[in-house]
């Protein structure tokens, strides 16, 4: 999910937004502290909510297959990772596809 970026540089990257810097200001100011797991998670939990299958969100977070499918499949399904990856960035374009759908809504469809 983050590319080569090492997971110190990310780190170390969201703490410096959310310190003060030397003229006292916070660039991200936040309830809670934000981590890289966080955003790893929120990053899986829109792709889930947009529709992306399971084993595809897997691929493009690194995660390694546990099991039989560890075994057998070998798929590195880029296409598909892509299309997650397009899709992902098109609702950057319009934030709020990014929101869950809520039962009311859900009912309205």
């Known amino acids: 999910l983050m ?6 540089a990310l780190t170390k990257a969201l703490t410096r937004l959310q310190k003060p810097n030397a003229a006292g200001v ?14 790893r998670r929120s990053f899986t ?13 897997e691929k493009m977070l690194n995660h390694k297959i546990q099991g039989t499918s560890e075994s057998y499949d070998h798929a590195i399904h880029i296409e ?10 098109d609702a950057y374009d319009n ?7 809520t039962q009311e809504e859900e009912d309205q469809q």
């Open 26 to 39: 916070i660039a991200l100011e936040l309830d809670k502290d934000l981590t890289a797991h966080d955003l």
């Open 3 to 8: 590319g080569g970026l090492a997971r110190k």
């Open 95 to 101: 934030p709020l596809e990014l929101l869950p759908v």
């Open 45 to 57: 939990t829109f792709l889930s909510n947009m529709g992306v299958p399971f084993d595809i969100r």
């Open 80 to 89: 598909q990772r892509k299309a997650a990856a397009i899709l992902l960035a």
